[in-house]
């Protein structure tokens, strides 16, 4: 079974809004990324977070990571029609270099 | 290319028929990864490749999937005698293999059995 749950399943929002995503994880892991999906093709990696790190940065993006919690909230700011995809967060543990998923947020952003 | 390249892009055969599926990793790139995806689904883990390694294969659904990495470099998944369920996006990736990090993915042979 997949160890990563996300939240919302869809989220439409209008442009220049900024939307925000929610992954939890069932057991301690070693790093966290995230990956967008258009569709039809396959995943692009946006951003890794490791769990000794509380928080990260990438252009509009920023990501939180609450290792307590075993949860983490991936942030679009000032979202474009571009981001419209699926958005999937994925952990790994020590030792093991293969990623969980969790099932994604489908994320639509109307012009 | 630069990318992880797969083929075919698209499958269709009947219940029952064997598929051999490719990837084509990032030059460089140690660890391959297959993943399964199902409509509308996240990724399903089936097995991954660490160098001259053995695999991990403790995601592979049943004995009739199967995988090699010739050379280290191109991969092929084989599903024998496929089923109904087999349906699915078969998704390749590769990294660098040191400690994690990001994986770069192909855009997957989407397979259809009939």
């Known amino acids: 079974s997949q160890q990563g749950e996300e939240d919302p399943q869809a989220l439409s929002i209008q442009e220049g809004e900024n939307a925000t995503m929610n992954c939890s994880y069932k057991?301690?892991?070693?790093?966290l990324q995230w990956y967008r999906q258009n569709s039809g093709r396959g995943l692009v990696h946006l951003i890794l977070?490791?769990?000794?790190?509380r928080e990260k940065h990438s252009g509009r993006l920023r990501v939180t990571l609450d290792t307590s919690k075993k949860s983490s909230s991936l942030l679009i700011t000032a979202s474009r029609a571009a981001d419209t995809a699926s958005y999937f967060c994925?952990?790994?543990?020590?030792?093991?270099?293969?990623?969980?998923f969790g099932q994604g947020t489908r994320l639509t952003i109307n012009p | 290319g630069a990318g992880v390249s797969q083929s075919p892009s698209n499958k269709v055969t009947e219940k029952g028929k064997d598929v051999e599926l490719r990837c084509d990793p990032i030059s460089g790139h140690t660890a391959l990864y297959w993943y399964r995806q199902s409509l509308g689904q996240g990724l399903e883990f089936l097995i991954y490749?660490?160098?001259?390694?053995?695999?991990?294969k403790s995601g592979l659904p049943s004995d009739r999937f199967s995988a090699e990495r010739t050379g280290g470099s191109v991969s092929t998944l084989t599903i024998q005698r496929t089923q109904q369920e087999d349906s699915a996006v078969y998704l390749c990736?590769?990294?660098?293999?040191?400690?994690?990090?990001?994986?770069?993915f192909g855009d997957g042979t989407r397979l259809s059995i009939l």
């Open positions: 490749f660490q160098g001259n390694s053995a695999p991990d």
């Open positions: 977070i490791r769990s000794n790190e």
């Open positions: 057991t301690s892991i070693n790093n």
């Open positions: 994925a952990t790994d543990w020590q030792g093991a270099q293969k990623l969980v």
């Open positions: 990736a590769s990294s660098l293999g040191i400690g994690g990090g990001a994986q770069h």
